[in-house]
């Protein structure tokens, strides 16, 4: 961009900054590789969050001076740019090397697809199916919160039955949870800029609203301890309870929207079931699809739920 100032003018700059460059169309071309289009927009706002605001402003770069005006050139640094943005994009080309949060400190390796496959779940509500968005399936960048989606989103009416997915035993069922202001979950939100990540506490006690989670034992996969959570319910039937025992298929609650941004403003905008599975060993924990690639994740999950 230039700027020509003709010789005599009293008033040469005015009070306005220099224009900023449009973020599409310098980032547009870091992440044209990303085929999917939903993963593409949700790196790009991870990114803009973390840029420093002023990132994309013209600076100065050189002056001509002549008796008839003076040029000023400006451009953007785009060189400083793309050294704060490789970083970022390093985390989603290797998602195995993503760190989601201090729950997750693993020093194995993966459960593989072939084992995988080998869990037969129920679905958790008869009437979805598994979402084709890759940002409402494990490993999406959630850049709001500063973290890595864990989960399944089913996209379902508010108050649609939902199941246990398998047999177990309930070790969390949210019956008094009270829902917080908008103000306090946004500072909360906030303090993920810090940490680079969304601590354990804010995801778990105020993101993932009312919860019931299932203790499944080593059943589901061999040499894995296995606990699945709902999340954003609106209701959680009153015999489910920590210690009860329960059988798959069997009905745990309503969905709901709890915990997420219009619950806290009273509205039922955005109901949908948050669904993940967490795997243990003496190795450490993971979830259900972490590491894995859209295609052998999509595939994944329409086979093991089954029935």
Request: aromatic residues 8%.
């Amino acid at each position: 961009m230039t700027i020509t100032i003709p010789s005599g003018t009293t008033e040469p700059f005015s009070s306005e900054d220099p224009p900023s460059l449009p973020p599409d169309s310098l980032l547009s071309n870091m992440l044209a590789p990303i085929i999917d289009d939903s993963l593409r927009v949700a790196i790009q706002n991870t990114i803009l969050s973390e840029l420093p605001t002023n990132a994309f402003n013209y600076r100065l770069k050189n002056a001509k001076v002549s008796e008839q005006s003076t040029i000023l050139y400006y451009a953007v640094d785009t060189a400083s740019i793309g050294k704060m943005v490789s970083p970022i994009l390093n985390r989603y080309w290797n998602p195995e090397g993503i760190q989601t949060s201090s729950l997750f400190h693993i020093k194995h390796t993966f459960p593989s697809v072939e084992e995988l496959n080998k869990l037969k779940l129920m679905k958790p509500c008869d009437s979805a199916t598994i979402p084709k968005l890759s940002k409402l399936l494990p490993n999406a960048p959630r850049a709001y919160r500063n973290g890595i989606h864990r989960g399944v989103d089913f996209y379902i009416d508010w108050g649609t039955p939902i199941h246990a997915v398998a047999d177990g035993i309930i070790i969390r069922a949210d019956h008094n949870y009270n829902e917080v202001s908008p103000d306090f979950r946004q500072s909360l939100l906030n303090k993920t800029k810090k940490t680079g990540h969304t601590p354990s506490d804010i995801f778990e006690h105020i993101l993932l609203g009312q919860s019931v989670y299932i203790d499944h034992g080593f059943n589901l996969l061999p040499g894995y301890r296995a606990v699945s959570i709902y999340a954003h319910l609106s209701h959680i039937d009153n015999t489910i309870q920590p210690g009860v025992t329960v059988k798959g298929g069997q009905l745990i609650g309503m969905s709901g929207n709890s915990g997420t941004e219009p619950a806290t403003k009273g509205i039922r905008d955005g109901a949908h079931l948050h669904w993940e599975l967490l795997l243990q060993n003496k190795g450490g924990e993971s979830y259900l699809g972490q590491g894995l690639f859209y295609d052998d994740l999509f595939s994944l999950l329409n086979n093991i739920f089954s029935y």
